[in-house]
């Protein structure tokens, strides 16, 4: 946290619910202590940087993701785990759960442990507020790119090998209810303060209303490896859109979900429960072409397209959470605090950290990215200091 105060001076500024044309932030050690309209006239604080007329907005929270420029958070080696970091932090990424996809057991409780520890050390990335776990605990039927030999049943026994090995970072699993242990594994996680997320599941309706109704809280990748809507059928996507209470996680890049279905989800669940996320893979960032040595690895990337080799299942995406916020603007009619409330706010919500971080507001951590009129990022700011600052905007926002 960068101690002392400063002042981001010239800048529009998004709050939760309007927006200031022209202001400024003057944040102290960390946090922001004063928002104001106007422009700023005291000048015995050292540090002012001049936003320029851009648009200073909540950091992005990204709590589906699997790596980025090369490297993957399911490896023990934290470099890679830095390489991701510090491209979705580039991307204007401020938090983040590093997520880990379905491999073999004893290798998956390696990676944790590996993960863990670098998530707690890096100060060069994104932060990583926890680890989210997508899979093994779900559906053979809805695997997706997960490998069905390597899924589990519910296990309080197994999970609470992950929790150890992640050293309690663990803050979010993915569960399909319906498996054997499911409604028990998703209990006991609750217990433990963990979120549960429904998903890569083959749950009636029924069944995903009793995950709910067991602590879920969240959804993973709502609509994609899902039992879907239909009319008399309405499975674990008409569960969780016909309930008020649990988030709808949605991965926006065009291809996961039409953009049709993005409003037709906004509308079903409100602007307060949809959380957007990149499931971003190593390959964010990199060319098109065929990448991965194992056979149940090998993937195809063709623009933001990223399939198992030879079929047309995906496997995550090439996003980034600039990419995701500039296309949320263009698939529905949203205004920047509904903007920031879907790619912010609510996931911070869904952490329980809405405290802390998730939007501008006096107390909170100042955890924000600076956007240009194209909404493209030009600057990331984690507690008080300029992690990330794109060419052409060094001067601006140096000391
Ligand atoms: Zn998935
Ligand atoms: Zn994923």
Redesign the pocket.
């Known amino acids: 946290m960068q101690s002392g105060t400063c002042v981001i001076k010239n800048a529009r500024i998004v709050l939760p619910e309007s927006v200031i044309s022209n202001g400024f932030l003057e944040i102290v050690d960390g946090r922001i202590a004063r928002i104001s309209a106007g422009e700023y006239s005291t000048s015995n604080t050292e540090l002012i940087f001049d936003a320029q007329k851009a648009t200073l907005t909540p950091g992005f929270i990204d709590l589906h993701v699997h790596g980025g420029n090369g490297g993957t958070f399911n490896s023990i080696d934290p470099a890679e785990h830095n390489l991701a970091r510090k491209f979705h932090l580039k991307n204007g990424t401020t938090s983040m759960l590093a997520t880990t ?1 379905t491999t073999e057991f004893s290798s998956l409780l390696a990676i944790l442990k590996s993960l863990s520890t670098s998530s707690r050390s890096n100060e060069n990335g994104s932060k990583v507020l926890g680890i989210h776990t ?2 093994p605990f779900i559906s053979e039927y809805k695997p ?3 490998v069905v030999a390597q899924l589990r049943a519910g296990s309080l026994l197994e999970i609470d090998k992950v929790i150890s090995a992640a050293d309690d970072f663990i803050t979010m699993v ?1 569960v399909a209810p319906e498996i054997p242990g499911g409604l028990d594994l998703i209990k006991y996680l609750k217990s433990k303060n963990i979120i549960s997320a429904i ?2 599941t083959n749950a009636t309706y029924a069944q995903a209303v009793a995950g709910i109704k067991a602590g879920a809280r969240s959804t ?2 709502l609509f ?2 899902m039992s879907a809507l239909s009319h008399r059928d309405p499975g674990a996507v008409g569960a969780i859109l016909d309930s008020d209470e649990i988030f709808a996680e949605l991965i926006l890049d065009g291809i996961h979900i039409d953009e049709a279905i993005f409003r037709i989800a906004l509308k079903s669940k409100g602007i307060n429960r949809i959380n957007l996320i990149t ?1 971003a893979t190593y390959l964010a960032g990199f060319p098109d072409g065929d990448y991965g040595s194992l056979p149940d690895r090998a993937v195809t990337k063709t623009g933001g397209k990223i399939v198992v080799a030879g079929t047309d299942t995906l496997a ?1 995406s090439a996003l980034d959470m600039n990419m995701v916020y500039k296309n949320a603007a263009k698939f529905a009619q949203l205004s920047q605090p509904e903007l920031s409330k879907i790619t912010s706010l609510n996931a911070a919500r869904i952490l329980g950290k809405e405290s802390d971080i998730g939007s501008i507001e006096v107390g909170k951590l100042a955890d924000l990215v600076l956007l240009d009129t194209e909404f493209s990022a030009c600057a990331t700011m984690v507690e008080g200091q300029w992690k990330h600052v794109s060419a052409g905007w060094e001067e601006a926002l140096s000391r």
Do not use: L
Request: glycine share 26%; aromatic share 0%.
């Open positions: 996809h997508e899979g997706g790119a997960h993915t998903g890569h993973t990748h994609n490896a499931d995550g």
